[in-house]
């Protein structure tokens, strides 16, 4: 099998797995105290700042899986990058309608 036909196969679904793994630890924070919540926090982050930063090098060595993934890529750089999931934080009794242990 050629190598670009996995690539766009494996880029979409790990995308989606990550983006769903970010939100998850996010979502559980609410049955954590507060030294796990820190810890959820900055997993969610690390992940999202190394999901970006892979994009990037793939924008360099392998153009065309990015483009033509470019959606996946799009709403995963939207619902997962680390200024949204700060925003989340900082609103997160709004959003999952639980107050954050402290």
């Not at 190394?50 to 060595?61: D, E, N, P, S, Y």
């Given at each position: ?22 939100w998850k630890l996010i979502y559980n924070m609410q049955f954590l105290a507060y030294d796990d919540n820190f810890g959820n926090l900055c997993e969610a982050l690390l992940l ?55």
């Amino acid at each position: 099998m050629n190598k670009l036909k996995v690539a766009n196969i494996v880029l979409p679904l790990s995308l989606i797995l990550i983006s769903i793994g970010i939100w998850k630890l996010i979502y559980n924070m609410q049955f954590l105290a507060y030294d796990d919540n820190f810890g959820n926090l900055c997993e969610a982050l690390l992940l999202s700042i190394l999901a970006i930063l892979t994009i990037c090098v793939m924008w360099f060595k392998w153009r065309e899986i990015i483009k033509k993934a470019s959606l996946i890529v799009l709403l995963f750089l939207i619902t997962s990058n680390p200024i949204i999931i700060m925003i989340a934080c900082v609103n997160y009794e709004y959003i999952f309608d639980a107050k954050l242990k402290l």
